[in-house]
Nanobody, 124 residues
């Protein structure tokens, strides 16, 4: 059973930064891609970014490109989402997720394991 635990959310002013962490346990972390999603109140869950097992490939949704940086430390079984130049529209619960299979998934249906989420609130 894979367990994912997010941390690092909070309240920040527009233009500020936060770093989210996701600690994984339960299987070989370094063999799988990891993704981040977010869900704002009243909206559907949205894909944010994915990083390959090696960290060599990363893909971001257009709305966060140039502002968010995804990275991973396989020795620590942890993935990080550095969020800079935050905007009020970034306010959401952020979830990290792991797929069941190998690959580079960009849709929620391809992910099998989810963390509990961490709230990010950006004030204007």
């Amino acid at each position: 059973q894979v367990q994912l635990v997010e941390s690092g959310g909070g309240l920040v002013q527009a233009g500020g930064s936060l770093r989210l962490s996701c600690a994984a346990s339960g299987r070989s972390f370094s063999s799988y891609a990891m993704g981040w999603f977010r869900q704002a109140p009243g909206k559907e869950r949205e894909f944010v970014a994915v990083i390959s097992w090696s960290g060599g490939s990363i893909y971001y949704v257009d709305s966060v490109k140039g502002r968010f940086t995804l990275s991973r430390d396989n020795a620590k079984n942890t993935v990080y989402l550095q969020m800079n130049s935050l905007k009020p529209e970034d306010t959401a619960v952020y979830y990290c997720a792991a797929p069941q299979d190998y690959g580079f998934p960009t849709t929620g249906s391809e992910y099998h394991y989810w963390g509990q989420g961490t709230q990010v609130t950006v004030s204007s």
